[in-house]
């Protein structure tokens, strides 16, 4: 297995501690309560952790997506992100950007929501002065909590896969 796919780019675990959910539609109210918007935005902010063959500090990174839920146990997202880290060898920064598609599986229904999530998309890293664009593939684990109507905290720990 070569180094530059051991390096999963962004690494063994991008822990994404979310920023914010933001819903930008608006709930229909009816008698039953608050129904999910079916349309969404967000951004967040992530931890960065990469491996030992990256030769890289841990970093940080933002991350910004629309989503739609498509049905009661499914939603996708389309979303772009950037991140920047400290190289332990040579010198500079390593930064890399993105984006991709995700589809979440709550496991629930309003209040407190676990999801999983798969995806995938494209990534341009920038390393040790070299362009390198490839494809990527990520999975994680994460949950939605509500703090007042239309408003989510959201927080999820990816593993991203780089193929290049």
């Known amino acids: 297995m070569s180094s530059r796919l051991r390096r999963l780019a962004l690494s063994a675990a991008a822990l994404c501690a979310a920023a914010?959910?933001?819903?930008?539609?608006?709930?229909?109210?009816?008698?039953?309560g608050y129904e999910e918007p079916k349309a969404y935005v967000g951004g967040s902010a992530f931890w960065n952790k990469p491996d030992s063959n990256r030769n890289m500090d841990d970093g940080w990174g933002s991350?910004?997506?629309?989503?739609?839920?498509l049905n009661s146990g499914l939603m996708?997202?389309?979303?772009?992100?950037g991140l920047q880290g400290e190289r332990d060898v040579g010198s500079g920064k390593d930064s890399a950007w993105g984006i991709g598609g995700d589809f979440l599986f709550p496991?629930?229904?309003?209040?407190?929501?676990p999801f999983v999530l798969a995806g995938g998309?494209?990534?341009d890293e920038k390393v040790n002065g070299s362009t390198?664009?490839?494809?990527?593939?990520?999975?994680g684990l994460g949950f939605f909590v509500p703090l007042t109507e239309g408003l989510k905290l959201r927080t999820e720990g990816r593993y991203v896969a780089v193929f290049n």
């Open 20 to 32: 914010g959910f933001i819903n930008s539609a608006t709930a229909a109210d009816e008698s039953a």
């Open 63 to 69: 991350r910004v997506f629309l989503g739609t839920r």
């Open 76 to 81: 996708f997202e389309v979303n772009g992100f």
């Open 107 to 113: 496991f629930t229904q309003g209040g407190f929501q």
């Open 121 to 123: 998309g494209y990534i």
């Open 132 to 139: 390198d664009g490839s494809g990527y593939a990520n999975a």
